[in-house]
């Protein structure tokens, strides 16, 4: 029997229209990265090699992520892995896909943080993929690093990540609320907390609404349940001398946290705004 091959070309053809038929932004570059996953090959290997042959079985694979990114599934999920500053993370459905938006909060710190000690304390809470912590890590290289969050299996990933960063030995992942048994002094704390309001979360984009963890995407009735549950953990742990909190914020909430922040004895020393103009981050002390 004559097993059917196809160029890998036509392969990325067929998925493309695929995707441009369920209004997927970039679907030629989306198909391409797919198209990668299933077969093993690089990106550049597939411009570079049109006429590469996909057998059935490879094709098969591109059928089904095909299938699952029409169906509104994100694309870092079906990957496995999705990029932040400029490192690779392995992520699934248990944790939020980390976004060029949360960068902002590694901008604020860099560009508002000093110590004379290069050696110290980094706390993130709900660290996820350790996305935050990880970029943090590079940038001190002298620094250890504390991930929390309530989940096991997001502590598991984080551990991974930061494994496969060659971060493990500068870090520790804790299953842990919001730090509520810790103890110590951190020179810097971040944090990227569930900030949706319960109703918006119905207008929300679909596949985060669907796909993504929605204990990491619900903050309460009005949004700001986690910075009430998070300001006085933050108080008591963040160093009085030099230390500085990093927290991402929706959209319209930082005069709310702000003023959740001061009634916890932490004043807000600046807030930046991301690449779409948001403000994204608020950056506080001990007052």
């Known amino acids: 029997m004559r097993i059917l091959r196809i160029p890998v070309k036509k392969a990325v053809d067929t998925a493309s229209e695929f995707l441009k038929r369920n209004n997927i932004q970039n679907p030629r570059l989306e198909a391409r990265l797919l198209v990668a996953s299933a077969t093993e090959l690089s990106v550049s290997a597939i411009i570079s090699s049109p006429q590469y042959l996909v057998d059935v079985k ?9 299938s699952r990114r029409c ?5 870092a999920y079906i990957l496995g892995e999705k990029e932040f500053w400029s490192l ?34 980094i706390l993130d809470l709900g660290t996820g993929t350790g996305c935050i912590l990880a970029a943090l890590l590079t940038e001190f290289k002298d620094s250890i690093g504390v991930g929390l969050d309530k989940s096991l299996l997001t502590c598991k990933m984080a551990q991974r990540n930061l494994s496969n960063l060659e971060l493990a030995n500068r870090s ?3 299953v842990d609320n919001w730090g509520t048994s810790l103890t110590g002094v951190y020179k810097i704390i971040c944090c990227n907390p569930p900030y949706v309001s319960t109703r918006e979360i119905l207008n929300i984009d679909q596949e985060i609404r669907e796909f993504e963890p929605i204990i990491a995407i619900d903050g309460g ?3 700001l349940d986690c910075y009430r549950s998070i300001a006085p953990i933050i108080s008591h742990l963040l160093c009085p001398h030099e230390g500085i909190a990093a927290l991402e914020i929706g ?16 004043k807000v020393i600046d807030l930046k ?3 779409a103009g948001t403000d994204r981050c608020l950056l506080a002390t001990v007052a």
């Open 58 to 66: 490879e094709n098969q694979k591109i059928t089904e992520v095909t």
């Open 71 to 75: 169906g509104g599934e994100p694309l």
């Open 88 to 121: 690779k993370f392995e992520v699934d459905s248990n944790t939020l896909i980390p976004r060029p938006e949360t960068e902002t909060l590694i901008e604020g710190i860099l560009s508002n943080f000093n110590s004379y000690n290069t050696s110290f304390y």
């Open 172 to 174: 520790s992942i804790l």
């Open 221 to 223: 009735l009005d949004g």
């Open 251 to 266: 959209y319209n909430q930082a005069d709310a946290v702000s003023k959740i922040l001061f009634s916890n004895n932490l």
């Open 273 to 275: 705004q991301d690449l």
